[in-house]
C-alpha cells in the first residue's frame, strides 16, 4: 500500500476510534440520568390556574384555582396513564384545591395530558388541558 493511504487510513480510523469513545460516554451518561428533565406541566389555556404540580411514579398531584369569577361543580383530574380519577364537588369563586390522581404507571420520562373536566356556574360541561412531562421519581 502507498504511504500516503497508509497515512490517511490511520488519521481516519484515529479520529473513529476517538468518536466511537465520545458516542459511549454520552450512552452511558444518559443512563445513569444525568440529561433527565424535571417534572412540569405546563400552564392552562382556560380559566383554571394551575398553581403548582408533583409527580411520583404512582400519583401525579395538581393544585388548581378557580379562576372564572363563579363557582364550578363536579370537577374531575384524569390522565390515561392512572386509574383512580380525582374529583371535588365544587370550588368557589376563588378557592383552590388540590387534586390527587393516584393509580398511574408512571416511569422515565413521561409526556402525559392530564384532563380537567367541571360543570361551569352557568350549568355547561368545560375541559380544560395541561401537558406534564420530565422525569418522575
Known amino acids: 500500500m ?6 490517511a487510513l490511520e488519521y481516519l480510523m484515529t479520529y473513529g476510534w476517538a468518536l466511537v469513545v465520545i458516542v459511549v460516554v454520552v450512552a452511558a451518561l444518559f443512563a445513569f440520568g444525568l440529561f433527565s428533565t424535571p ?12 398553581k403548582d404540580y408533583a409527580g411520583t411514579p404512582t400519583q401525579v398531584q395538581l393544585a388548581l384555582q ?10 374531575t ?10 374529583t371535588s364537588p365544587a ?8 387534586f390527587t390522581v393516584t393509580g398511574c404507571a408512571l416511569t ?5 395530558t392530564v384532563t380537567v373536566a367541571y360543570t361551569s356556574g352557568s350549568g355547561l360541561a368545560k375541559t380544560e ?4 412531562s ?4
Open 134 to 137: 420530565g422525569s418522575v421519581s
Open 91 to 98: 370550588l368557589g369563586a376563588t378557592d383552590e384545591n388540590t
Open 39 to 50: 417534572f412540569k406541566c405546563s400552564p392552562m389555556s382556560g380559566s383554571l390556574l394551575l
Open 2 to 7: 502507498d504511504k500516503r493511504g497508509q497515512s
Open 129 to 132: 388541558l395541561t401537558t406534564c
Open 66 to 75: 378557580n379562576g372564572t369569577g363563579d363557582g364550578i361543580t363536579n370537577i
Open 108 to 112: 422515565g420520562n413521561i409526556n402525559e
Open 77 to 86: 383530574v384524569s390522565t390515561p396513564l392512572c386509574t383512580t380519577n380525582a
